[in-house]
């Protein structure tokens, strides 16, 4: 049964600095149009992803990249959803799919946005969750497996760095690096984190980044130099990989969640490492792989979860009402792995 409410959460104004639930993002209901035109479909949202970028897309900014949120609407992400009403040939009325869904419970989905939408064949028979197709079998997971495969140019032997390494990204990078036998390091917020990092997901070497000097932990970890920097921080982070990478060095350049928050930044002090040691840096988007690699990476990592090749860990929010909560303290690195909220049950 399809209520004419919707519960949403959405942008109420602005931030500066670190967003504040109920200040700057909350919770508003609606009413809910139920009557589709031709092409449309309506879905009920089951999990939508919770990521870093999003923070971006609360600011006042019309010439950003992504287009921004709009006050009073509500935010959007990476969404698993059940088609409920469909006048479009494509999606039949019990389809799970995959796309920009709303936060919201129901979202009225367009013609031209149902382009953005792909259904889950056997979605309701699989053993993998339904969350992990906007996680390790979605956005985040595609941004490392491509990022890596199209950039990397990894090698045997090797040693790669990854920072933020028990998050979304982090996690799924380190496995697929150390299945291709590199060394791999990593860097996480908390102890218990490391200590996933170390014995759940058999990273060579991990350290919490709050806990003495970035510098020196990582010429302690790695004695022999990096050869790759895999970089969602940005920062004092960047700056100490520079600093201990190889000559012809690689760094991927996923992330600046340092700054993202308004926080002063950094400056990289030293980039005339760069040069000296000839490193690549290359900044990448998800939608740089979208089309040459989503089926490779779903075949690839699907097969690497189901042979347990490859574990991932998620912090899951249930329900709307703890959503801003769940987005902020993400923010904050309260999260302990991909950051999801749960707003129905299939």
């Known amino acids: 049964m399809v209520h004419s409410s919707n519960k949403q959460i959405v942008l109420l104004s602005h931030p500066t600095g670190f967003p504040i639930a109920g200040e700057h ?6 009413q809910l149009n139920t009557i589709l035109e031709e092409d449309e479909i309506l879905l009920r949202n089951l999990f939508v992803s919770v990521d870093p ?31 409920i009403q469909s006048r479009n040939p494509r999606f039949t009325v019990g389809a799970i799919v995959v796309g920009e869904a709303g936060w919201e419970e129901y979202t009225h989905v367009t013609a031209a946005a149902s ?5 889950i064949e056997g979605a309701r028979e699989s053993k993998v969750p339904l969350s992990s197709y906007i996680g390790v079998l979605g956005f ?14 990894l090698k045997k032997g090797e040693t790669i760095y990854i920072s933020a390494a028990s998050g979304a990204v982090g996690q799924l990078v ?31 070497a991990a350290f919490n980044y709050k806990k003495g000097d970035i510098l020196e932990n990582l010429r302690s970890h790695a004695p022999n130099g990096l050869d790759i920097y895999f970089d969602s921080v940005g920062g004092r982070q960047l700056e100490a990989a520079l600093e201990v990478l190889n000559l012809y060095g690689r760094v991927i350049a996923c992330g600046h969640i340092s700054v993202y928050n308004g926080q002063e930044s950094h400056g990289i002090r030293n980039l005339y490492q760069v040069i000296g040691k000839r490193i690549t840096i290359r900044g990448i988007l998800v939608n740089d792989f979208v089309q040459d690699e989503f089926a490779n990476f779903q075949r690839d990592v699907g097969q690497h979860l189901l042979n347990g090749d490859i574990i991932y860990r998620e912090d899951i929010a249930e329900g709307l009402e703890n959503g801003a909560e769940a987005f902020v303290g993400m923010l904050k690195g309260a999260n302990f792995g991909k950051a999801v909220i749960k707003i129905a049950d299939l």
């Open 53 to 83: 970028y999003l923070r971006g897309r609360m600011n006042d900014d019309k010439e950003a990249v992504i287009p921004g949120f709009e006050i009073g609407k509500p935010f959007s992400s990476g969404g698993v959803s059940e088609v």
């Open 140 to 153: 985040p997971g595609l941004t490392g497996y491509g990022s890596l495969k199209a950039f990397g140019q």
């Open 115 to 119: 382009d953005g939408f792909n259904v």
């Open 174 to 204: 380190g496995q697929l690096a150390r299945l291709q036998g590199l060394r791999v390091i990593g860097s996480a917020g908390s102890d218990d984190k490391v200590e996933y990092l170390l014995k759940e997901l058999k990273f060579d």
């Open 25 to 30: 993002l909350g919770v508003h209901t609606t």
